[in-house]
T-cell receptor, first 116, second 113 residues
Framework: NAGVMQNPRHLVRRRGQEARLRCSPMKGHSHVYWYRQLPEEGLKFMVYLQKENIIDESGMPKERFSAEFPKEGPSILRIQQVVRGDSAAYFC??????????????FGPGTRLTVL | AQSVAQPEDQVNVAEGNPLTVKCTYSVSGNPYLFWYVQYPNRGLQFLLKYITGDNLVKGSYGFEAEFNKSQTSFHLKKPSALVSDSALYFCAVRDSSWGKFQFGAGTQVVVTP
């Protein structure tokens, strides 16, 4: 059973370009979470999605950032018009849809975004 | 609101000695507590969790953690540290079944031979 997959692992963009980060959850997992990790800092929650629904986006910047988890295919975190401050590691995590929500999250290897 | 604190940026320990990584939390309801480890340029790996039941929780790689409700703490412990335990450790809390994780800032563990 493959783990959480993220691609690309490294992404370089110039200021003003768009960045698309992809996440394929573990097989059977329908809950996806995105986190951002800045250098020397912990993980900051961004958004929690289930298939075709955004459950909690309280950690997402109001502008330029969006996320989706379509019925088919990976979850996408999209950053429009990137700025240097967007440079960070972006981690995706998934968990199974069992009742109670007390399951641990399984993390992908991350995408390291560098904005030049 | 929920929060979690890891008061030590770094913990240094000699190989073979006991290792403790501290974590305190604040939640409005019953806490769900987790420990993760991150190796360089890798994602987070789950170590253990406390949901309910015994206050002493055993996890992966010989780690355990003790839940202390009165002190609102969930310290991670290992009786005998290995050099390979050198990594970044994160404590996380969730205050409801469907609440998002709140991560601590992380504690860098350095185990010297």
């Amino acid at each position: 059973n493959a783990g959480v997959m993220q691609n690309p692992r490294h992404l370089v963009r110039r200021r003003g370009q768009e960045a698309r980060l992809r996440c394929s959850p573990m097989k059977g997992h329908s809950h996806v979470y995105w986190y951002r990790q800045l250098p020397e800092e912990g993980l900051k929650f961004m958004v929690y999605l289930q298939k075709e629904n955004i459950i909690d986006e309280s950690g997402m910047p109001k502008e330029r950032f969006s996320a989706e988890f379509p019925k088919e295919g990976p979850s996408i975190l999209r950053i429009q018009q990137v700025v240097r401050g967007d440079s960070a590691a972006y981690f995706c995590a998934s968990s199974p849809p069992t009742a109670g929500g007390i399951n641990e999250q399984f993390f992908g290897p991350g995408t390291r975004l560098t904005v030049l | 609101a929920q929060s979690v604190a890891q008061p030590e940026d770094q913990v240094n320990v000699a190989e073979g000695n006991p290792l403790t990584v501290k974590c305190t939390y604040s939640v409005s309801g019953n806490p769900y507590l987790f420990w993760y480890v991150q190796y360089p340029n890798r994602g987070l790996q789950f170590l253990l969790k406390y949901i309910t039941g015994d206050n002493l929780v055993k996890g992966s790689y010989g780690f355990e953690a003790e839940f202390n409700k009165s002190q609102t703490s969930f310290h991670l412990k290992k009786p005998s540290a290995l050099v390979s335990d050198s990594a970044l450790y994160f404590c996380a809390v969730r205050d409801s079944s469907w609440g998002k994780f709140q991560f601590g800032a992380g504690t860098q563990v350095v185990v010297t031979p």
